[in-house]
């Protein structure tokens, strides 16, 4: 299994936000995960890539404990992220953005650059490499974002609300583009998202509700 969560809680001082939840990803399977705003699916999605801990329960990795190995090199080695505000260095390169968590773990080499440069293609960047991030669109900053998250080579996607900022006709290319991304990879991939034909695209679609993860077809 690419990710196992068991009874994760996760409370705020009294307020309980997460009651339970329990999940298990497999190798190159699509999850998505709606709810109503304020339900915890940021939070939950937060857990799973290991930027927040639980409050109570298990999570792995690829069959690693967090609890027990290094939060940080988990994170680099096994998880990719992409945001709904991108979180690009804005006077950095789009080849920096893209490169930065294997310039972070001290992993950039030529062959690692090389790489970057054909995931610019497939996003449809390959002419913007030298290009200061803060003179991209919304629609190709997302691109940056999708083709960071797949530089380090991870087992698992993560993608929080990844057209929340676009206007919809930029917002399917990102979602027909992430999805055949995390195909053409052979990545899982789990996304929160407020939008249901987004959700119904994926293998699975859960919703999180009081706490709880429900699968509305069960």
Do not use: W
């Not at 298990?24 to 999850?31: M, P």
């Not at 773990?105 to 803060?134: D, P």
Request: proline residues 3%; neutral net charge; aromatic residues 6%.
């Amino acid at each position: 299994m690419i990710l196992q969560a068991e009874d994760i809680h996760k409370n705020f001082g009294d307020l309980k936000v997460l009651r339970g939840v329990s999940l298990q990803i497999k190798e190159r399977e699509t999850v998505a995960i709606m709810g109503k705003s304020g339900e915890g699916k940021s939070t939950l999605l937060h857990i799973f890539g290991t930027l927040d801990p639980p409050s109570d329960g298990v999570l792995r990795i690829c069959g690693k404990a967090v609890a027990k190995h290094r939060i940080a090199y988990l994170r680099n080695r096994h998880i990719g992220f992409i945001f709904q505000s991108y979180h690009l260095l804005e006077d950095f390169t789009v080849l920096d953005n893209v490169l930065m968590p294997l310039k972070i773990g001290r992993q950039e080499n030529v062959e690692s650059k090389e790489f970057a440069h054909s995931l610019l293609k497939e996003v449809g960047l390959e002419g913007k490499a030298n290009v200061l991030a803060k003179y991209l669109s919304g629609g190709e900053k997302q691109r940056v974002a999708i083709a960071r998250a797949l530089c380090n080579k991870p087992d698992l996607l993560l993608a929080d609300e990844p057209t929340g900022n676009l206007d919809q006709s930029y917002s399917h290319d990102i979602q027909k583009l992430l999805l055949d991304s995390a195909k053409k990879h052979g990545k899982a991939l789990i996304l929160v998202t407020h939008d249901e034909e987004f959700a119904r695209s994926c293998d699975r679609l859960l919703f999180l509700n009081e706490g709880q993860l429900y699968n509305p077809s069960a």
